[in-house]
């Protein structure tokens, strides 16, 4: 796969954090599996402000954890609508990252973005959807590691990295990104 920095879209100080990990990423292994998923329209993103679960309060794709047996892709599906009443056709898959929590706490999430779906848009017990302009994501109001990959994301490049947080603080990150998507 052809290997690109992120300086195709940001500065080259925004793919790695300056401090040195925390921890040995080789020996990295999932608590859990969960998913995001971007429903786009040309200029604009879904997304939902999270009512509970991790990240409560915070505005984020539409996503969650994944069932035994379910594919990562399954779950863009399924949590999509469970979450906001749209059942995505083809979500495309676009990366994962590697998240730790200071806590011990590890989460492997994949990114899938969609532009087709069925179904009605609708308010649940898990989130408030709405319709985001491109321009306007509000990134102060998600996870602070947002803003470095869903940017690329939206460019349709595929990412990969791996987080360290503190609490909601990102403490360390090194993010690559590609321009050929994996098929996954
Ligand atoms: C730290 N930086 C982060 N940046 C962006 N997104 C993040 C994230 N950390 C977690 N996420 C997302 O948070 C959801 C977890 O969902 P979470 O509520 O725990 O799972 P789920 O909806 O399945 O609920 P249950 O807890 O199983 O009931 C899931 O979409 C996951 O991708």
Redesign the pocket.
């Known amino acids: 796969m052809k290997r690109a920095s992120l300086e195709t879209s940001f500065p080259r100080s925004l793919a790695k954090s300056a401090t040195s990990s925390p921890l040995d990423w080789s020996s990295y292994r999932p608590d859990?599996t969960?998913?995001?998923c971007f429903l786009r329209k040309p200029g604009w993103l879904l997304l939902i402000r999270?009512k509970?679960?991790?990240?409560?309060g915070k505005i984020?794709?539409?996503?969650?954890?994944t069932e035994p047996g379910e594919t990562p892709r399954d779950t863009a599906i399924r949590?999509t609508r469970e979450?906001v009443g749209l059942i995505p056709s083809e979500p495309r898959h676009q990366g994962a990252?590697r998240?730790a929590?200071a806590d011990g706490y590890r989460?492997e999430?994949h990114i899938f973005t969609a532009t087709s779906w069925e179904g009605s848009l609708c308010e649940t017990d898990?989130a408030l959807p709405f319709w985001c302009p491109q321009e306007e994501i509000p990134y102060t109001e998600?996870?602070?590691?947002?803003i470095l990959w869903l940017p690329a994301v939206l460019e349709g490049k595929s990412v990969e990295g791996e987080?360290f947080?503190r609490g909601d603080s990102?403490e360390f990150w090194d993010l690559r990104c590609s321009d050929d998507h994996q098929v996954g």
């Not at 998600?142 to 947002?146: I, K, P, Q, S, Y």
């Open positions: 859990d969960a998913v995001l999270k509970r679960g991790l990240g409560a984020n794709g539409p996503g969650g954890k949590e979450e990252l998240f929590f989460l999430v898990e998600m996870w602070e590691d947002d987080m947080l990102l």
